[in-house]
C-alpha cells in the first residue's frame, strides 16, 4: 500500500482565499497536510491565524526544504509568476489560483513542468469548485471532446441575471453584484471579459491540448449589453448568457471564443443562474455532462485548492495528454457566426460585411416608449474571422450577442444562405 | 518524477459495456493500457473483438501474473463477487461496475481492500458518467457534507419523465422505455427502486462512512406511481422524481431514503429529465453543486470504468476518509416527513398514524371525468419510523411520494403541527 506523501504547505497570500484555506484545512485534518509559512505583503494586517505564522520574506518559504508544496492564492500576476517558477525549480509541488497569471505565461509554466518533474495544479483557477480541469485531463481524451461551453465567470453572469429577472438597468446591477461582494471594485477584468478569457485559454489546454494567449481567442464581455437587448431576449423566449464556447469543427480544427449569447431556456447554461458557474460537456463516450457549482467566493475556491492539494498526497500531476500525447488540436477562425447586434446608428454598422440579414429593426422607438432609445438591431451571418480581425462590433457602444447555436461550418452555409434568402423572397 | 504503470487487464464480461469499455480502450492509446484476456460465458457467441482474446476460464484472468488489472462488468452478483475477491487477494488492482454485488457485499469488499492493501474502484456503479464518488471521496469530508440528493436511475427516470411530459400511462412509458433499451425486459430492480437503492448504499460510504446494506433504508420505486399523481403534481406547479436522499440533522445523525418526490420547477433535479442522472450536494465549503450527465449505457458506464483504470496508474484509491478516519455517521429514522398519499379506499389508511393531515381530497371522480377514477389523496406528516416499520404505504396500490423539503426534524415540529392546525381553524 502506498503511504500517502505528508504535505508541508508554504502559503502565499492570506486574502478570502487563503484565509477560506487556512480553515478549511484546520477543519480537515484527515488530510495530514499543515501549513507550515504563510507570506504575506502587509505586515501590519491584522490576520485570524497565529502571528508566528506570517512572513513578508518570500525565501523564509521558497528555500526551506521541509516545505514540500507551495500554496500561491496572491492577486499580483507578475510575482506570482516569480513564485511559481522558483518553487518549481526548488522541487516543490505547486497548487495556483492565479487565472489571470496561469493565462499570461502557459508555454512557461508548461516547459518548467516538463523540466522539473514536478506537478502544477490549477484546479480552482477555472470554475472554482466545480472540478472541470481534472475531468477535462482524466475522462476525455482528445478525439473525443465534440464541444465545451461555459459559463465561467460569476459577475456578469450575476449582473445579468438581475437585468433579466429583475429588469435591473445594467449599473444597478453591477452595483448590486460589488456590494454583494460578486464584483471586484475595479469590474473591467470580469465585466468585459477579460476574466472569461483567461479561464478559457486554461481550459483549451486542458480539453484540447491548444496553448494560445487572450490575443487569439475572441472575447468580449457584457459591457454594452442593455435592458434593450434583454427585452429583444424575452420576445424570443431566449436568456443572455456570457458564454465560452469551443468546438471541434468538421475539419478537425477548434472554434473557440468569449462572447453574450443567446441561450434558450432549455439549455443546461440557462439554468445556471446569478452567481454560479456552469459547464456543458460533450463528447463521444460519456455523452452529454453538466457541471455546475460555485465559481468564486472564499471557500468554494479554497475547495478546489484543497482538492489540489489531496490530490498531491499521491502525486497527482496533469499529464496534458492532448499537447504531448496526441497531434495538438489547433485554433480556426474559419467559420460563420449567426449574431445579433443593437446599435445607435445604421453607420456604425458594414452592412456589406454580413453574408445576409435575416432580420432588422430599425424602430426609433419601442410602443411603450420605454425602452426603446432608438437602439435598432439585426440578425445576421457574417464570417468569424472579420470579427476576429475588426473592432467596429464593439465600438460605438454597439451589441453582440451570438445567436443560440451560433456556429455555422463551410458546408452548410450556401444551403442556409439560400433558405434564407428564399424565406425573405429574393432569389439568387 | 513517478513512471506510470503500465496496466494490463483481464477484462470479465463482453456485453454493452465491456465491448463499449474495448472500443474506448482502443481509441485512448495515451493510456498505456492493454486488454490481455477477456472471461466470458458464453463461448459460442459472436464477438466483435480477435478469438484469441476469449477464454472461459476466468483463472486464465486470475492466476496470469502479467495481469494487474482486473476489470469486472458482468450482471452476476455472486460470480462477481467470487472473482473480485479472488482478484484482490492475488494483489490484482480491480475496477468493478456490479452496484448490486457491491450494496450486497459492502462489509467484506471494505475488508478485503484493507488485509490485502488492493484498490478496488466502482465509479461506473453509481451514475454511470458522473464522477460523484470520486468527488465525494476527494471534495467532501466528514462535517461538511450537509445533503446529497440525487436521480441514481435512469430507467424510471424516463418514465416519470414521459408520464409527465407526455401524458402516457406507467405501462406504455415503460414499453417505450425498455424498446430504447433504458429499462431491463425484467424491469423490477430499476422499477421497484431496488437499483437506486444499491446505489444509494453505495453513495453511503463514500459520502458518510455508512456501511449499511438495502434492508436498512427505506425505499420504493415508481410501480406505484399513476396518472393521477401526475395531474395533482401539475396542478401544484410540482414535477415528480424517484429522489435518493441524504441529510445530516440538526443531531448529527443521517436521515436516508429512497422515495418518489414532488419537486418544485426550479429545484435542480426537475432539471433531469428522460434517461439522465443528477446529483446535488451541499456542503460548508463547496457550497452548492449540481452533476448532470447520462447514468447508464454502454458508453457512458465505459468512460466511468476508464477513468478509474486511468486513476490505477497513480496508485489512486479510495480512502473511505470518513469511515476509517472520522467518527462513521449513523443513520436515524428519527425525524418526520411531510407526504403526498394516493389510495383507492380509505380503509387502507391508518389515518391515526398521521401526526396531522393538512389537506385530504376525496373525489370519487374529477371534474373532466377523466383521470380521477375514484382515487383519493392527502397531504400530511407522518413519522419516519412508522414507514420503516410497517408497510402498509405500499400496499393495495397505494402511492407515496415526498413533498418538497420533506424533513421535518423533532424541533420543528410541534411549531409547524401548531401553524396547521390553526390554518384548518382547529385550536388544541
Request: overall charge negative; aromatic content about 10%; hydrophobic content about 40%.
Amino acid at each position: 500500500m502506498t503511504a500517502h506523501r505528508r504535505l508541508t504547505i508554504g502559503l502565499f497570500g492570506f486574502g478570502v482565499v487563503g484565509e477560506g484555506l487556512y480553515k478549511v484545512l484546520h477543519q480537515t485534518l484527515s488530510l495530514n497536510a499543515t501549513i507550515k509559512k504563510i507570506c504575506i505583503k502587509d505586515p501590519h494586517k491584522k490576520r485570524n491565524a497565529p502571528a508566528e505564522l506570517f512572513t513578508t520574506d518570500r525565501d523564509e518559504l521558497l528555500n526551506d526544504e521541509t516545505i514540500n508544496v507551495i500554496v500561491e492564492v496572491i492577486n499580483e500576476s507578475d510575482a506570482a509568476f516569480q513564485i511559481i517558477s522558483i518553487a518549481l525549480k526548488n522541487n516543490k509541488a505547486v497548487v495556483s489560483a492565479s487565472k489571470k497569471m496561469i493565462a499570461e505565461h502557459l508555454p512557461e509554466i508548461l516547459r518548467l513542468q516538463q523540466e522539473t518533474g514536478m506537478p502544477f495544479l490549477c484546479e480552482s483557477s477555472a470554475c472554482a469548485s466545480i472540478p472541470v480541469i481534472r475531468n477535462l485531463e482524466e475522462y476525455y481524451d482528445n478525439d473525443l471532446l465534440h464541444s465545451l461551453r461555459a459559463i465561467v465567470n460569476g459577475s456578469t453572469n450575476y449582473i445579468l441575471t438581475k437585468m433579466f429577472e429583475n429588469k435591473l438597468d445594467f449599473k444597478t446591477a453591477l452595483l448590486e453584484a460589488q456590494q454583494l461582494g460578486f464584483a471586484e471594485a475595479n469590474p473591467t477584468l470580469d465585466v468585459d471579459g477579460w476574466d472569461a478569457a483567461h479561464k478559457w485559454v486554461i481550459l483549451l489546454c486542458h480539453a484540447y491540448g491548444i496553448v494560445t494567449t487572450t490575443d487569439n481567442i475572441l472575447f468580449t464581455g457584457i459591457q454594452n449589453v442593455n435592458e434593450n437587448d434583454a427585452n429583444v431576449g424575452r420576445e424570443k423566449n431566449y436568456e443572455i448568457r456570457l458564454v465560452a464556447q469551443a468546438k471541434k469543427l468538421m475539419n478537425g480544427k477548434i472554434a473557440a471564443f468569449v462572447l453574450p449569447q443567446f441561450v434558450k431556456r432549455d439549455d443546461h447554461l440557462s439554468f445556471v443562474k446569478n452567481e454560479y458557474n456552469g459547464v456543458v460537456i460533450e463528447s463521444s463516450f460519456a455523452d452529454k455532462q453538466f457541471f455546475y457549482g460555485k465559481g468564486a467566493g472564499s471557500f468554494p475556491t479554497a475547495s478546489a485548492v484543497l482538492s489540489d492539494i489531496s490530490a498531491l498526497r499521491y502525486d497527482y500531476r496533469y499529464e496534458y495528454k492532448k499537447l504531448y500525447h496526441h497531434t495538438p488540436n489547433e485554433l480556426t477562425n474559419d467559420f460563420y457566426v449567426r449574431v445579433y447586434m443593437s446599435f445607435d446608428e445604421w453607420d456604425f454598422i458594414p452592412r456589406e460585411k454580413f453574408e445576409w440579414i435575416e432580420e432588422w429593426h430599425a424602430q426609433e422607438a419601442r410602443p411603450d416608449g420605454m425602452a426603446g432609445r432608438g437602439r435598432k438591431y439585426l440578425i445576421a451571418v457574417i464570417h468569424f474571422k472579420h470579427l476576429a480581425e475588426n473592432t467596429w462590433w464593439k465600438q460605438n457602444n454597439t451589441s453582440i450577442i451570438l445567436a443560440p447555436d451560433p456556429i455555422i461550418e463551410d458546408m452548410e452555409l450556401r444551403k442556409l444562405k439560400k433558405k434564407s434568402l428564399e424565406l425573405a423572397g429574393i432569389s439568387q
